[in-house]
């Protein structure tokens, strides 16, 4: 670790001696340069503090040596509380020196769908629908509707928005899986509580290097739009569905009244669902996981629960259960998305 970093401050501080100079500004590669300085500064900065607690700690200790009674006792209590910041320390740099994902920086594409559970499922993927938006409105991250496929009690068959903003994937993509709703339906006359599944998936924006579409491969179909008890229906022909063949993905948008709005939110939508598509092949088991979180719906597999008599949500994978049903519901999803974030970093730093 320490030969790393070592060779992380040589480079930081290179490129700190290319960027102070005047002419700076005129290499091509500035902008790239600025960017990867802002890297690794974080890291440096982290280092230069683990030194100087460590050099506190030894001088704390060599002091208690030469001293007696009880300012020894002091010093050694001093020492030793330094030496826990240190390993606290050490573990946040090597959580810093894993490697980045990728695609953390990037906007993504939020689905959601209703699963098993009929109109209770499709009421509860709009709360989800809601949820998502109130938690990109606190981060003031966009919201490009490119399909609402609503139901006649108000629910959503289907949700595809565009979440735009940086490290909108990185916040997001713990989402991605199945979740289970417990509660008593309105419509629900004995007071039961019903069980009923929606599965939302997260997937990076892609880039156009990433993804190229040839033309041959796809097919542009146009309709009118549609929508619940005969809502948002347009006269012309204004809906976008593309059907990608080697895949077989295909991407509806139908929220816009502009055919060319429409078939522009529908490649970028193409585009995401490609890249991650692609990326999981090339990438094997590892991605393979991480796609495997959708699943199909089906009642019996979860990532995480909200039980509405008890106020309680628990996420499964991690066993945490947090009781704000109304704040969380309402986007109030950081305390649940950053133990979710630091146990993943804990799982990746117990493989390397």
């Known amino acids: ?37 802002a890297e690794l500064e974080e890291i440096v900065e982290a280092y230069r503090d683990f030194e100087r607690t ?6 704390a200790f060599a002091e208690a040596e030469r001293e007696t009674g009880e300012m020894r006792d002091l010093l050694l209590e001093e020492g030793y509380a330094l030496k826990e910041t240190l390993k606290e320390k050490e573990h946040a740099l090597k959580a810093l020196l894993l490697p980045k994902d990728r695609d953390d920086e ?25 949820m998502y938006m ?18 006649e009690l108000g629910g959503v068959k289907e949700a595809i928005v565009l979440v735009g903003g940086k490290e909108a994937y990185r916040r997001l993509k713990y989402e991605s899986g199945v979740h289970r709703v417990q ?48 809502q948002k229906v347009n006269k012309t022909e204004t809906a976008i569905r593309i059907t990608h063949f080697p895949t077989g993905i295909v991407v509806t948008c139908q929220d816009e009244r502009s055919q060319l709005k429409n ?23 590892e991605a393979e996981n991480r796609r495997s979180l959708v699943g199909t719906g089906d009642r019996s ?31 109030d999803l950081d305390e649940m998305i950053d133990a979710l974030a630091r146990a993943d970093v804990e799982r990746r730093l117990a493989s390397e």
Request: charged share 30%; proline share 3%; net charge negative.
């Open 1 to 37: 670790m320490l030969k790393r970093i070592e060779e992380i401050v040589k480079r930081y501080e290179a490129l700190t001696q290319t960027l102070s100079s005047p002419e700076a500004y005129r290499d091509p590669d500035f902008a790239a340069l600025s960017k990867e300085r």
């Open 54 to 59: 460590n050099a506190d700690m030894g001088a």
């Open 106 to 130: 990037r906007s993504c594409t939020l689905e959601i769908r209703a699963g098993a559970g009929g109109e209770e499922a499709a009421l509860f993927a709009y709360e989800l629908y809601r």
């Open 134 to 151: 109130g938690y990109c409105e606190k981060h003031r991250f966009g919201w490009e509707v490119v399909n609402l496929s609503e139901t």
């Open 183 to 230: 509660r008593v339906p309105e419509t629900e006359s004995q007071g039961r509580i019903h069980t009923s599944t929606c599965t939302v998936a997260v997937l990076p924006e892609a880039e156009e290097v990433d993804v190229q579409i040839d033309e041959k491969d796809i097919r542009i179909d146009l309709f009118r739009s549609s929508g619940a008890g005969g």
């Open 263 to 285: 078939k522009e939110k529908a490649y970028r939508v193409l585009k995401s669902r490609l890249y991650d598509y692609y990326r999981s092949r090339a990438e094997g088991a």
């Open 301 to 331: 597999e979860r990532i995480r629960t909200y039980n509405f008599p008890q106020s309680r949500i628990t996420d499964h994978r991690i066993g945490l259960s947090v009781f704000n049903m109304e704040s969380f519901l309402a986007g």
